[in-house]
């Protein structure tokens, strides 16, 4: 029997992404959602009525967004272990860091269907956290980005379709939101917004692009800081979220925002990312918070683990009991950080805040956020 989300929070997860791998060379190498839920055990923070395994998306449910042709590529691709010329070109699999691997339908169809029953158990209110949605640069009819489905746009589908009409997606990780955004371009019914790292891919996301009036973008310079995010917040997307009244938030946590990650440059602590969290949970009825980008394990599980204490009200300990620490410490990670991580990437949850100075085009970017017509 699980947990009713207007009591307490709901976590979707499954045991798909254990040992799930993109391929070696790939960012997508490193475990994520595993030691997000094997963290939030270890810490008694994950009773068994709390936790919902997510089901496999169906053909219908996906095709609510993607072309079916596309997924039939998908489970083409996954039960042959290769794509053909055309599906390549077509469909972008196996290209472009969209690699063809064991689970790669599996994989992406089952993290869709944990949003959209994220939304399903949110109809008529509650909270639910699926570290493993997020992907949001998947595309009708294409991969993109690492992102075969995109299972953020399904879930909105969901509460749309369940009679909601005044949605809020909120999207934090490094890179733009666009899959979502263009899903719901001049849709006034799901109002996008992005913050985002300036001059990274997808390149898209200007602070002028607002998608026909249902999208505001925040691409903010590299090394932006926890004041930084937090002056974002207070300045333009609190007023911008208050304003609309939404029935339902959806929060892209990406960890690849945070200061360690090795495919961004941004400087944000995970403290950056809670906080945000935690402004969301009173500020619509439904809130569902899901996970995105984020290449270094330490981070992303770090990060994800304290969203589901945020949004539980737990304190987060100064110094991890054994039992978390060991999930940490258990961790391995190709690349030159992985070689000697520093201590407190496995002794804490808590980043030391990185405060700073709030630069004059971070400003803007919130000014101009509210400014009702643009400057010619
Ligand atoms: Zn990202």
Redesign the pocket.
């Given at each position: 029997m699980v947990s009713d989300p207007r009591v307490s929070p709901v976590y979707v997860g499954s045991e798909i992404y254990r040992n799930s791998s993109y391929g070696p060379k790939h960012p997508l190498a490193i475990p994520r959602v595993s030691t997000c839920t094997d963290l939030c055990r270890a810490l008694g923070w994950l009773p068994d009525a709390r936790f919902v395994e997510a089901p496999i998306a169906t053909d219908a449910e996906l095709a609510r967004f993607h072309d079916p042709a596309y997924v039939a590529a998908l489970r083409r691709a996954e039960a042959t272990q290769s794509a053909s010329p055309e599906d390549r070109a077509r469909f972008r699999i196996g290209v472009e860091g969209n690699p063809i691997y064991r689970e790669m339908f599996r994989r992406p169809a089952i993290s869709a269907g944990g949003v959209i029953l994220a939304a399903r158990l949110t109809r008529d209110g509650g909270v639910v956290h699926c570290p493993a949605g997020g992907t949001h640069h998947g595309r009708r009819d294409r991969a993109a980005?690492f992102c075969f489905i995109n299972d953020p746009v399904l879930g909105l589908y969901a509460w749309l379709d369940a009679g909601l009409d005044n949605i809020v997606y909120l999207d934090i990780?490094?890179?733009h939101g666009d899959g979502v955004q263009d899903a719901f371009h001049d849709d006034p019914r799901v109002f996008t917004i992005s913050v985002h790292e300036d001059g990274r891919w997808p390149f898209t996301g200007a602070a002028e692009d607002r998608a026909g009036g249902a999208a505001r973008n925040f691409p903010v310079p590299p090394g932006c800081n926890d004041s930084e995010l937090d002056w974002l917040m207070r300045h333009a997307i609190l007023p911008l979220v208050r304003t609309r009244r939404p029935q339902a938030i959806m929060l892209q946590c990406?960890a690849?925002?945070l200061e360690e990650d090795p495919?961004?440059k941004l400087s944000l602590s995970n403290n950056a990312h809670w906080a945000v969290a935690r402004a969301m949970r009173g500020l619509a009825p439904r809130l569902v918070v899901l996970g995105?980008?984020?290449y270094n394990p330490w981070t992303v599980g770090r990060c994800w683990a304290g969203i589901w204490a945020t949004l539980n009200g737990f304190s987060v300990p100064d110094r991890l009991p054994p039992a978390a620490e060991a999930v940490l410490r258990g961790l391995r990670f190709d690349r030159a950080a992985g070689r000697n991580p520093p201590a407190h990437w496995s002794t804490t949850l808590r980043d030391p805040p990185r405060e700073g100075p709030v630069r004059a085009p971070v400003k803007r970017l919130a000014e101009l956020a509210l400014t009702e017509t643009l400057p010619a």
């Open positions: 980005g990780d490094a890179h990406g690849d925002a495919l961004a995105g980008g984020g």
